[in-house]
T-cell receptor
Framework: ETGVTQTPRHLVMGMTNKKSLKCEQH?????MYWYKQSAKKPLELMFV???????ENNSVPSRFSPECPNSSHLFLHLHTLQPEDSALYLC?????????????????FGEGSRLTVL | AQSVAQPEDQVNVAEGNPLTVKCTYS??????LFWYVQYPNRGLQFLLK??????LVKGSYGFEAEFNKSQTSFHLKKPSALVSDSALYFC??????????FGTGTRLQVFP
């Protein structure tokens, strides 16, 4: 139990569907992240929020839309996805942006949402 | 550009034997290096980090990593592997903008 909860754990959707992934952290952290994990590829940073403000948008297609209503919640809204978007989507949080405060670097990850686009 | 490389997709080792998971890095300036582990159906968990100081860093679950500046490496090691160590291991480096850049991961399989 890392204190970061992601729902749903599994999602199957068609290319015309609209769905959302949810992430909630109970750690009092100020920064939250979305990563995409595909087999044999580096973890791909998608979005970063610090104090509910988006600070990173890593050239992600507009069919992925993040939302951070408060520092404890992060959403990833999905619309008209492609089969190549099938992957494990990981949410993470840290006390400060990138865990930077003197030392830092420690992110706390959720268990991920496994997305399959048909 | 800053990057990490994990040259092995998979490492196989017998239980009780020492294990090494390799990582090399490319950064400008002093490297901040990290290892994370991902057990099946789990998110990533922080294992250990190198910021400065002693080249041998000790972390969770008996793991350690050796920083070698001349070889730009940060290999993960454990003296005696357990079957429960079987997982996906990620090396990461902090870049000049403080972002964490992850490698492709190495799958460790420990056989009884």
């Amino acid at each position: 139990e890392t204190g970061v909860t992601q729902t749903p754990r599994h999602l199957v959707m068609g290319m015309t569907n609209k769905k959302s992934l949810k992430c909630e952290q109970h750690l009092g952290h100020n920064a939250m992240y979305w990563y995409k994990q595909s087999a044999k590829k580096p973890l791909e940073l998608m979005f970063v929020y610090s104090l509910e403000e988006r600070v990173e948008n890593n050239s992600v297609p507009s069919r992925f839309s993040p939302e951070c209503p408060n520092s404890s919640h992060l959403f990833l809204h999905l619309h008209t996805l492609q089969p190549e978007d099938s992957a494990l989507y990981l949410c993470a949080s840290s006390r400060f942006l990138w865990g930077v405060e003197g030392v830092g670097g420690e992110l706390f990850f959720g268990e991920g949402s496994r997305l399959t686009v048909l | 550009a800053q990057s990490v490389a994990q040259p092995e997709d998979q490492v196989n080792v017998a239980e009780g034997n020492p294990l090494t998971v390799k990582c090399t890095y490319s950064v400008s300036g002093n490297p901040y290096l990290f290892w994370y582990v991902q057990y099946p159906n789990r998110g990533l968990q922080f294992l250990l980090k190198y910021i400065t100081g002693d080249n041998l860093v000790k972390g969770s679950y008996g793991f350690e990593a050796e920083f070698n500046k001349s070889q730009t490496s940060f290999h993960l090691k454990k003296p005696s592997a357990l079957v429960s160590d079987s997982a996906l291991y990620f090396c990461a480096v902090r870049d000049s903008a403080d972002k964490l850049i992850f490698g492709t991961g190495t799958r460790l399989q420990v056989f009884p």
